[in-house]
């Protein structure tokens, strides 16, 4: 079976052609949003590239950033006119295939479950460390989703109380630490403190760039990145204790600095474990990286037809 998936984005979208038994993506396009353009030209040209690509699909599946309940988006936090749009509806308009909608911290757990690290199991916790920090959990199985649909928000658990302030307006979020996001920005907070850090001979200063530091043995970026993993090693141990995953995988571009982040953090996750857990699930990084977003946006139809 062929499913197109569209990763769906505030700046680019890419829709792929999947082959849904080997998980190769066949053929695939990347296009700017251009969100200004809003919602009905927008799905008109993320539709043409759906049409273009489509060769015997059988459905469509869309990451899309957001709350998303039943195919419409409720509200994206980069698409600032998209209040209760209809995108699934729109794009089976517009496709003739039946097409299904989830958030994309949602499709890349069902992702991961279909095609990567989660293959074979039940339970397990996904994060995405990008521009925010995105969860989501399968439990028993089934994506969890809460009384509204809009659960599993696992960036804004608290873990520092009096932390740095998050977008959600509390303060001490897993994402206000951990995302790309607010390491850049901790690292421009302490520059007259560590003037000579590596990380201000670079000349765009990205996570990548503090965690290469790190690596090095650079003050600051050693600072930002141990920050970083305690404030993870909580909130998995946390997520642990609630919900005896698996497996907890971790993508986004800050889990490309690989064992430098994962090693350290495997051990401070044991250090906040109770007993009984220790042991009982693995923590990993996603495997699918640059395909992460359209094999998950695919899983979320095949998700929805496997019902
Ligand atoms: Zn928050």
Same mark, same amino acid.
């Given at each position: 079976?062929?499913?197109?998936?569209?990763?769906? @984005? &505030? #700046?680019?979208?890419?829709?792929?052609?999947?082959?849904?038994?080997?998980? /190769?993506? =066949?053929?695939?396009?990347?296009? /700017? #949003?251009?969100?200004? /353009?809003?919602?009905?030209?927008?799905?008109?040209?993320?539709?043409?590239?759906?049409?273009?690509?489509?060769?015997?699909?059988?459905?469509?599946?869309?990451?899309?950033? @957001?709350?998303? =309940?039943?195919?419409?988006?409720?509200?994206?936090?980069?698409?600032?006119?998209?209040?209760?749009?209809?995108?699934?509806?729109?794009?089976?308009?517009? #496709?003739?295939?039946?097409?299904?909608?989830?958030?994309?911290?949602?499709?890349?757990?069902?992702?991961?479950?279909?095609?990567?690290?989660?293959?074979?199991?039940?339970?397990?916790?996904? =994060?995405?460390?990008?521009?925010?920090?995105? &969860?989501?959990?399968?439990? *028993?199985?089934?994506?969890?989703?809460?009384?509204?649909?809009?659960?599993?928000?696992?960036? *804004?658990?608290?873990?520092?109380?009096?932390?740095?302030?998050?977008?959600?307006?509390?303060?001490?979020?897993?994402?206000?630490?951990?995302?790309? #996001?607010? +390491?850049?920005? +901790?690292?421009?907070?302490?520059?007259?403190?560590?003037?000579?850090?590596?990380?201000?001979?670079?000349?765009?200063?990205?996570?990548?760039?503090?965690?290469?530091?790190?690596?090095?043995?650079?003050?600051?970026?050693?600072?930002?990145?141990?920050?970083?993993?305690?404030?993870?090693?909580?909130?998995?141990?946390?997520?642990?204790?609630?919900?005896?995953?698996?497996?907890?995988?971790? @993508?986004?571009?800050?889990?490309?600095?690989?064992?430098?982040?994962?090693?350290?953090?495997?051990?401070?996750?044991?250090?906040? $474990?109770?007993?009984?857990?220790?042991?009982?699930?693995?923590?990993?990084?996603?495997? $699918?990286?640059?395909?992460?977003?359209?094999?998950?946006?695919?899983?979320?139809?095949?998700?929805?037809?496997?019902?």
């Amino acid at each position: 079976m062929r499913i197109v998936g569209v990763d769906f @984005g &505030g #700046t680019t979208f890419t829709v792929g052609l999947v082959d849904a038994e080997s998980g /190769e993506i =066949l053929r695939e396009e990347q296009h /700017e #949003t251009r969100a200004w /353009e809003g919602f009905e030209k927008i799905t008109s040209r993320v539709a043409e590239v759906v049409n273009f690509i489509k060769e015997d699909a059988e459905a469509v599946g869309i990451g899309s950033p @957001g709350s998303i =309940l039943n195919g419409v988006v409720k509200f994206s936090p980069n698409l600032p006119d998209w209040r209760d749009v209809p995108l699934a509806d729109r794009v089976r308009e517009l #496709t003739d295939l039946p097409t299904f909608v989830e958030n994309d911290a949602n499709a890349f757990v069902l992702g991961e479950k279909w095609f990567g690290a989660g293959k074979g199991y039940d339970h397990i916790v996904a =994060l995405t460390l990008g521009t925010g920090v995105g &969860g989501g959990v399968i439990t *028993h199985g089934i994506l969890l989703k809460g009384y509204l649909g809009i659960g599993a928000e696992l960036g *804004h658990v608290i873990v520092e109380p009096n932390g740095p302030k998050c977008g959600c307006g509390n303060y001490g979020c897993l994402e206000a630490i951990a995302s790309a #996001t607010a +390491m850049v920005r +901790m690292a421009k907070e302490l520059k007259d403190e560590f003037p000579n850090s590596e990380i201000f001979k670079s000349n765009e200063i990205s996570a990548r760039v503090i965690m290469d530091a790190a690596r090095d043995g650079d003050e600051l970026g050693r600072k930002i990145r141990d920050r970083a993993i305690d404030a993870l090693a909580r909130a998995i141990a946390g997520f642990a204790h609630i919900f005896n995953p698996q497996i907890v995988i971790l @993508g986004g571009g800050v889990s490309r600095a690989g064992d430098v982040l994962l090693k350290p953090l495997r051990k401070k996750v044991k250090g906040y $474990l109770m007993p009984s857990f220790i042991n009982t699930f693995e923590v990993v990084i996603s495997p $699918l990286l640059d395909k992460a977003g359209v094999l998950g946006a695919a899983s979320v139809a095949l998700e929805n037809l496997r019902r």
